[in-house]
C-alpha cells in the first residue's frame, strides 16, 4: 500500500469521526451557552443546568428513565439466560431453529409496528397504561437482545462441561450458577448493558405505551424539542456522559479484574 493511499485512508477514516462525534460536542459546548440562542455562543454559564435540575418534570422523567432501566436490564437478564440456556440445551434441532427464528422477529420488526402491536394489546386487556405498561414493553423488546449476546457464549463452551459438574455431584441448578454462569458471563454482562442502553434511549414505544403524567426522557426531550429551550442541551449532555460512564466501566473493570488474576 503506498504512502498517498494510507494517508486517503486515514483521512477518510478522520472525516468519519468527525461525522460522528462532531454533533455530540456541539451538544456539550452549547449545554454551556451564556444566552438563549440555540445557534451561536455567547459566554460560559452553568444556569441551563441549574435550570434543569430544578425543574421537577425532568427529574422525575430523570428518574423514571433510571428505574425503568435498572429494572428492565435486571429482569431482561434473568429472562434472556434462562431462555438462551434453554434453548441450547434443546435437543430438537427444529425445535431450536423456531425458537430462535422467533427471538429474532421482535428485534427484526420496525420498532413503530411493535409499539402499535403493544399498545392495542394493552388496550384490549383494559391495563391502564403507565410505568408498568414500560416496563413490561420494555422487558419484552430487551430479553431478545440478552439471548442473541448469551448464545454466542454458550455454543463456545465444552459440550461435557455441565455433565461433568454433574458426574462431581453437582445439582442442575449448582452446575448451572456455579460453572456456566461464570463461563458466560461476558454475554450476560453485555447482554444486560445492550438492555440497559435499549431501555434507556427507546422513544417510539415508551411513546405509545405511557400514560398521562409517566414520561422518560427520551418522551420529555421530544416534548421539549417543540419549543426552544436550551435546557435540552444540558439534558442531552447528562444522558450522554452517563452512557460514557457506564461503557468505560464496563470495558475496563474486566480489562483491571485480569490484570489482578495474571499477578495472582
Given at each position: ?18 461525522f460522528l ?6 451538544i ?28 421537577a ?20 437478564t ?7 440456556v ?19 422477529v421482535?428485534?427484526?420488526?420496525p420498532?413503530?409496528v411493535?409499539?402499535?402491536?403493544l ?19 420494555h422487558?419484552?423488546?430487551c430479553t431478545p437482545y ?5 448464545t454466542?457464549k ?5 459440550p ?27 454475554g ?19 411513546y ?36 460514557t ?8 473493570v ?7 488474576r495474571?499477578?495472582?
Amino acid at each position: 500500500m503506498s504512502k498517498k493511499t494510507s494517508a486517503i485512508g486515514k483521512i477518510y477514516q478522520a472525516l468519519i469521526y468527525v461525522f460522528l462525534y462532531a454533533p455530540i460536542l456541539v451538544i456539550g459546548l452549547f449545554s454551556f451557552n451564556g444566552s438563549a440562542n440555540t445557534y451561536m455562543l455567547q459566554g460560559f454559564s452553568t444556569h441551563w443546568y441549574q435550570e434543569l435540575f430544578s425543574n421537577a418534570a425532568a427529574m422525575h422523567a430523570l428518574q423514571n428513565t433510571v428505574v425503568l432501566a435498572l429494572c428492565t436490564a435486571a429482569v431482561s437478564t434473568l429472562l434472556g439466560v434462562m431462555a438462551a440456556v434453554g434453548i441450547f440445551n434443546s435437543r430438537h434441532k427444529l425445535y431450536k431453529r423456531s425458537l430462535m427464528l422467533m427471538t429474532n422477529v421482535p428485534m427484526m420488526n420496525p420498532e413503530i409496528v411493535t409499539a402499535i402491536g403493544l399498545l392495542m394489546f394493552f388496550s384490549s386487556l383494559g391495563v391502564n397504561k403507565g410505568l408498568t405498561t414500560m416496563l413490561l414493553a420494555h422487558i419484552m423488546f430487551c430479553t431478545p437482545y440478552v439471548i442473541l449476546s448469551v448464545t454466542p457464549k454458550l455454543r463456545s463452551l465444552d459440550p461435557n462441561l455441565a455433565d461433568a459438574a454433574l458426574d462431581l455431584g453437582a445439582t442442575p441448578l449448582q452446575a448451572l450458577t456455579k460453572v456456566i454462569v461464570p463461563q458466560i458471563m461476558p454475554g450476560i454482562v453485555s447482554g444486560a448493558l445492550i438492555a440497559f442502553t435499549m431501555s434507556f434511549d427507546d422513544f417510539v414505544i415508551s411513546y405509545f405505551v405511557t400514560g398521562n403524567g409517566v414520561n422518560n426522557i427520551s418522551i420529555l426531550v421530544y416534548t421539549m424539542s417543540k419549543r426552544v429551550n436550551p435546557s435540552i442541551n444540558a439534558l442531552s449532555t447528562l444522558v450522554i456522559a452517563l452512557i460514557t460512564v457506564v461503557l468505560i466501566i464496563v470495558n475496563v473493570v474486566p480489562i483491571i479484574r485480569e490484570k489482578r488474576r495474571t499477578k495472582a
